[in-house]
């Protein structure tokens, strides 16, 4: 975009946000913490931003606004879903000009940006939230011809909030107590049942799995003389699926919110970011992580949490099989 004066001395430009802006953007956003007074809130880091605007899957992107050489300011979008409209929107999630180059026409270049981004794309929306005391946005807004949506009230949900009400239907489903039927018109079922322990943890450690197919069952067990619980969990579902000698459908069943959150949700996120967790620390037990991707991909797998020590007879089959691979691993350390 060419650059564009305004009140003397200042020349701005307006320039999409690339690679390599991570720690100006990051700079910014903490400014803007601070502004809306809540800089406790705010963990942005140069890496994060990197990652989620400049990853080989953006979620978030941006335009940059520069005096001289210096980033003075930001606007920071997504993009959302009309479904009245049926077409995506823009969504304004952060716009920031540094307090001293404010008054400037900064700010107004930075939403002409946007709403420039919008025609081109045929976006049908371009929507911001704005704190209620900040009177001297809501004024500039207006001029813009924006309208306060009266009559609608943003909820938000983070951390803590979000896990408990993810996990709050699987803890209140009703477990089956009797063997599961195993048949469905369009494919083999295998109904799983997996559990693993240590003695103490770490220490001594055992893994089984039970697997139901049709009128069959099959057994499987073993142990590790040095291991955690986590990791023996993860071997019990790695070996049932590894014994499947074709493609199935699977119902898998553990007692281990480690192994079901971590197939079913966190992993995506370990792949993206090459196996490192939030605290950019290679995540733990990564080889097992990667073995049981790999032996799911063969098959059609649902995950399901079953309570442990509840009752569930295969479930309990599976503690009794670990407790026995871990006695003979102890009795073999005593000899």
Not at 192 to 221: F, M, Q
Request: charge should be positive; glycine fraction near 8%; proline fraction near 5%.
């Amino acid at each position: 975009m060419a650059a564009r004066q305004s009140k003397p001395p200042f020349e701005f430009r307006i320039d999409p946000a690339r690679p390599g802006d991570e720690e100006e953007l990051s700079r910014l956003i903490h400014a803007l913490a601070e502004y809306e007074r809540a800089p406790q809130d705010c963990v942005a880091t140069p890496s994060k931003v990197r990652t989620q605007l400049f990853g080989e899957k953006p979620v978030a992107y941006g335009f940059l606004a520069r005096v001289g050489g210096r980033v003075v300011g930001m606007a920071i979008y997504y993009l959302s879903f009309s479904t009245w409209l049926s077409k995506p929107g823009l969504y304004l999630e952060d716009l920031f000009v540094l307090p001293e180059y404010r008054k400037h026409g900064i700010g107004g270049a930075l939403l002409e940006t946007l709403a420039k981004v919008c025609v081109e794309k045929d976006y049908g929306r371009m929507e911001w939230a704005c704190l209620e005391w900040n009177e001297l946005a809501k004024t500039q807004y207006r001029k813009v011809g924006a309208k306060p949506m009266e009559e609608w009230r943003t909820w938000r949900m983070t951390g803590d909030a979000i896990r408990a009400l993810a996990e709050r239907g699987d803890a209140k489903r009703p477990q089956p107590k009797e063997k599961p039927k195993a048949v469905a018109a369009d494919g083999d079922v295998v109904v799983v049942y997996t559990d693993g322990g240590c003695r103490p943890n770490p220490g001594i450690g055992g893994w089984a799995a039970v697997l139901l197919h049709g009128d069959r069952t099959k057994e499987l067990s073993g142990g590790e003389k040095e291991s955690t619980n986590n990791r023996m969990e993860l071997l019990a579902a790695i070996n049932a699926l590894e014994a499947l000698k074709k493609p199935c459908r699977v119902e898998m069943h553990t007692d281990s919110q480690y192994v079901k959150n971590g197939i079913s949700k966190w992993i995506h996120g370990w792949k993206k970011k090459n196996w490192m967790a939030k605290n950019n620390q290679p995540v733990k037990n990564d080889d097992l992580w990667k073995r049981l991707d790999k032996a799911a991909e063969r098959h059609d797998v649902r995950w399901s949490w079953v309570r442990g020590h509840a009752g569930e007879k295969y479930n309990e089959r599976c503690d009794e099989l670990c407790a026995l691979e871990i006695e003979k691993l102890d009795e073999k350390g005593a000899r």
